[in-house]
């Protein structure tokens, strides 16, 4: 397969002031051999560290956690172990399910949620750490205050660089199903495979944000239905096991059989890549990463924004831009609408 890359160029004036940046977070600092640069631009000595870490009530754990050095939030329940598990909104197989072939168990999205409010509550209570809102941020391999980055993001004081943001891909394989995913009968299925390999299974809580920002498409006037697959999609053969464009082909490749309808989406989760998320443009896979190796979006921005690519938006990174999830300023920043052109191409996407 044949696949173009590319990634967009981030100019946003409000963050960015061309390539110059602050150089110091004190610029009387002494630079010495135990100082840490983050993306070439913002620079702490161990000391200043230990300091944010105080000012923010960092623990060693929620230092740990960020670094993958904690147990999964989800070991010992049904969702992290060796069973094929289905997940739908009414706990009822969709119709070209068989049991024993396509899963081994069926619940509910009520349960699901309930199974995973139970483990962070269990978690936070043995490990003080809570997976839905990690207070550490790895960036160029460093592990930050996630409060310190929003302060440094919006001063302009650490550049949002490509690593740390969507990408699009572009396939041109023909197949018996439509490539472009396209409503039928006002429904679209977005089928959720978070990665079950120990390197790439998520770390993190993104269970309700892959239901908020999956449901925003219904401002189009379709009905959105959920159906996540547990213990399916290994990708532990891909590498460099960072990369996004490779990761993204393998959900492809490995998860392609659930497409028997112009309708479905699939919507593959892991742990780490080299970007929030990738996706097909006018196409139906995307991939989203509870962590980046540059600066973390929103789990439900990312959803959002990835699928819009699937649908045909494209990144839209002006500093002129409207308001819009396709902005990555304002995707970083939690926003949750489009601008009226994005809004209009994810209309046409669907029902065209």
């Known amino acids: 397969m044949k696949t173009k890359f590319g990634i967009g160029t981030l100019l946003l004036a409000i963050f960015l002031a061309g390539m110059a940046f602050v150089p110091a977070a004190n610029a009387e ?47 010992e ?24 072939i396509d899963y081994d168990m069926i619940i509910s999205e009520s349960e699901m949620l309930s199974i995973v409010k139970q483990a962070e509550k269990d978690y936070f209570d043995k490990y003080g750490v809570d997976p839905s809102n990690p207070k550490i941020d790895i960036v ?23 690593s740390s943001m969507s990408s699009t891909v572009t396939n041109c ?22 990665a079950i390999d120990s390197f790439h299974e998520p770390s993190q809580n993104y269970y309700q944000d892959t239901i908020d920002g999956s449901e925003r498409f219904e401002d189009f006037g379709i009905d959105v239905y959920l159906v996540w697959h547990y213990d399916i999609w290994d990708a532990s053969d ?18 392609s059989y659930i497409r028997d309808s112009d309708n479905d989406i699939v919507l593959g989760w892991v742990d ?25 979006w929103p789990h439900d921005s ?13 990144d839209q990174n002006s500093p002129l831009h409207p308001t819009c999830i396709m902005n990555y300023a304002y995707a970083y920043g939690g926003t949750n609408i489009w601008c009226t052109s994005c809004g209009n191409t994810v209309n046409n996407g669907i029902y065209n």
């Not at 706990?91 to 049991?99: A, T």
């Not at 199903?177 to 495979?193: A, F, G, L, M, T």
């Not at 890549?273 to 600066?295: K, M, T």
């Open 29 to 75: 600092t002494e630079k010495n051999s135990n100082e840490v640069s983050i993306e070439n631009s913002i620079t702490y000595t161990d000391a200043e560290l230990q300091d944010l870490y105080i000012k923010y009530n960092i623990s060693e754990n929620d230092i740990k956690f960020a670094r993958g050095e904690l147990p999964n939030f989800l070991n």
């Open 77 to 100: 329940t049904i969702l992290n172990g060796d069973i094929k598990v289905i997940v739908t909104e009414d706990g009822k197989p969709l119709e070209n399910m068989k049991e024993g």
């Open 140 to 162: 160029d391999g460093k592990a930050i205050p996630t409060e310190e980055i929003k302060i440094l993001v919006e001063n302009g004081d650490i550049e949002l660089s490509d």
């Open 173 to 194: 394989l023909v197949r018996s199903v439509s490539w472009n995913p396209k409503e039928v009968n006002d429904r679209i299925y977005v089928h959720v495979y978070p």
């Open 238 to 255: 891909e590498v460099p096991a960072y990369n996004a464009s490779n990761i993204l082909e393998d959900l492809m490749d490995d998860c």
């Open 272 to 296: 780490l890549l080299d970007h929030n998320g990738v996706a097909y443009g006018n196409g139906p896979y995307s991939l989203c990463a509870v962590q980046a190796s540059g600066v973390d």
């Open 302 to 314: 990312i959803v959002q924004h990835e699928i819009s690519h699937n649908f045909g938006a494209l």
